[in-house]
């Protein structure tokens, strides 16, 4: 009986994945789509979220993290890549200046560490 409930899940979490793929997904409604980056303010991917499907060269242009006041310029300390192909590349400064950290396709950190608060804009890159 636990082995067949742990079945039902496990393909009700692969038709979850292989419908996130579609391009519907929305950037900064809040909801980590597949093909986003989400940045989140606080550690462990909480403390509220944006979520972008493009670029953004300029974290300065008053985004909130969703469910927040928090502005999102200098405040990103967890990250997703929930995109299956692209990289994306984190910038100490707007306009793409100062990369700080690439992240792999459906890859995480966590916590920022050293590079806690400073990200100001970021970029998709083939990788
Ligand atoms: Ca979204
Ligand atoms: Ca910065």
Redesign the pocket.
Known sequence: MVRRTVAVLASALLLVLATGGTASAASKNGKCESGELCVYRLANYTGGLLDFVGDDANYTNGDVFHGTTYTL??RATSVVNNDPARCVTLY??ISHAKPMITIGPRSAVSNLRLLDN???SHKWTAC
């Open positions: 310029d200098n100490q400064d400073l990200a100001s």
